[in-house]
C-alpha cells in the first residue's frame, strides 16, 4: 500500500469522509480504495482488453476498472459503535463520536454525582462529582509538602480541584491523562472560584458495551446492503478484507 493510501485509510477509519460517502459505509469506503491501489496495478493494456472482452457494462462506457468497480462493489455493513470508538482511541487518542465518561456511564450513579453547573449551590458541603483529567500542575504547601492543583471536565464543563498534602499522598499516583475519575471533596469558595477540594478518589471501569475485549475488528464482512446484483455477476473482483476492514 503507498504512503498516500496508507494516509486515506486511516482517514477512512477515523470518521472523516462520513458526511461526504452517503450510504456507503467505511468498511465500504475502504473496499473502494482498495479497487482503486488494484485498478494502479493493471496496466493500460490490460484494462483495455477486459473492457473490449467484457463491453460496457450497461452503459458504464470505458471507465477505468476502478470507476466500473465502485458501482458494483456490495456496501458492507458498517462498523459497531465500539468499533469506532477503539478506531478514535487508535487514531486521535480521544473518541470523537462520543463523551469519554459517556464510555464509563454504568460505573457511576449520575443522580449521586454533582455536575460542574451545580457546585455554586453546594458551597461548604461535601458532594461527589465525575470528571476527565484534564490538566494538572504540581504545587508544595509552605512547608515543602507537595500537593497538585487540577482540572476536569464532566457532561456539562469543567472545574477545579485540589489534592492537599494527605489526599496526594494516598492518590497522587494514580492520577494521569486519558481516564475519569469519581472524587469526593468539599466545595470551597475563594474569590467567586469555586474548587473542590478532594479527599478521596475512585477510578470507574468502563461500561462493558464499549470494552476492547467485546466486538473485536472485523475481520471479514459477513452481511451485505444489496446491489445491481447484474453488475456484480459482469464484474469479478476478489477483496482480502481482512487487510482492509480491520
Known amino acids: 500500500m503507498s504512503y498516500e493510501s496508507a494516509q486515506v485509510r486511516l482517514l477512512i477509519k477515523a470518521g472523516c469522509f462520513d458526511r461526504v460517502s452517503g450510504e456507503v459505509t467505511r468498511p465500504g469506503l475502504l473496499w473502494r480504495l482498495y479497487a482503486r491501489n488494484v485498478n494502479r496495478g493493471i496496466n493500460r493494456k490490460r484494462r483495455t482488453s477486459f473492457l473490449e472482452h467484457e463491453g460496457d457494462f450497461s452503459g458504464l462506457g470505458t471507465l477505468p ?79 515543602g509538602d507537595p500537593m497538585e492543583f487540577a482540572t476536569f471536565e ?41 474548587t473542590l477540594t478532594v479527599n478521596k478518589i475512585w477510578v470507574p471501569s468502563p461500561s462493558p458495551c464499549f470494552h476492547s475485549s467485546i466486538d473485536p475488528p472485523m475481520r471479514e464482512a459477513t452481511a451485505v446492503k444489496p446491489r445491481d446484483s447484474a453488475a456484480l455477476k459482469e464484474v469479478s473482483i476478489t477483496f482480502k478484507t481482512a487487510d482492509w476492514c480491520d
Open 65 to 143: 476498472l476502478a470507476a466500473i468497480a465502485s458501482r458494483c462493489i456490495p456496501i458492507p455493513v458498517d462498523y459497531s459503535q465500539s468499533q469506532k470508538i477503539q478506531h478514535e482511541f487508535e487514531h486521535f487518542g480521544f473518541p470523537l463520536s462520543v463523551h469519554p465518561l459517556e464510555l464509563y456511564a454504568s460505573s457511576f450513579d449520575a443522580r449521586q454525582c454533582v455536575p460542574a453547573c451545580e457546585m455554586h449551590q453546594n458551597v461548604g458541603r461535601k458532594i461527589i462529582m465525575v470528571g476527565w483529567l484534564l490538566t494538572e500542575k504540581s504545587s508544595q504547601t509552605k512547608h
Open 154 to 194: 464532566d457532561l456539562i464543563g469543567l472545574y477545579d480541584a485540589s489534592f492537599f498534602p494527605e489526599p496526594y499522598r494516598r492518590y497522587g499516583h494514580l492520577l494521569s491523562g486519558g481516564k475519569p475519575y469519581m472524587m469526593e471533596g468539599l466545595v470551597e469558595e475563594d474569590f467567586r472560584t469555586l
